[in-house]
């Protein structure tokens, strides 16, 4: 009997972890997808990115993309915290020199506008500052 309630005992914890690990996960895709809708009036969607910083554990999500001169390009951020949650988003050209941030003077914006001046491979971080989830999504549209 006392296997028994030990057996039960080990298995209400674990079933009682794994509902706490599943509910901290990040659905940045679910963020992404959000942040479709919104793209700024005459913006182009391009793409969605996934931003998961995997609760703490993982200080930068990087992408890259190819921008073309003369598009300007927006880029903007979502979670389900306020505002952008602690998520700095930088923008640096192939040579990585910045170019574009949403973190300025100590404030947070919630997205950017990139006028590209250059055509070449360009790359997207995501990093943490103050963060409460390390979660979100972005999305990068584009027009001429």
Same mark, same amino acid.
């Given at each position: ?61 990087? $992408?890259? $993309? ?6 300007? $390009? ?34 947070? $914006? ?35």
């Amino acid at each position: 009997m006392r296997q028994v309630i030990n057996i039960l005992g080990i298995t209400f914890i674990a079933f009682v972890f794994a509902a706490s690990v599943a509910n901290a996960q990040c659905d940045a895709e679910a963020h992404a997808n959000a942040c479709i809708s919104k793209l700024q009036d005459g913006f182009t969607f391009l793409k969605t990115f996934k931003v998961d910083g995997q609760g703490g554990a993982k200080a930068k999500v990087e $992408y890259s $993309y190819v921008f073309s001169k003369d598009t300007q $390009y927006f880029l903007n951020i979502c979670n389900s915290g306020a505002d952008t949650d602690g998520i700095v988003v930088t923008m640096y050209d192939s040579k990585r020199q910045m170019v574009s941030t949403n973190f300025n003077k100590g404030k947070f $914006y919630p997205g950017l506008v990139y006028p590209c001046n250059a055509t070449g491979i360009y790359y997207i971080t995501f990093t943490f500052q103050d963060s409460q989830n390390h979660c979100g999504g972005s999305v990068l549209g584009f027009k001429r």
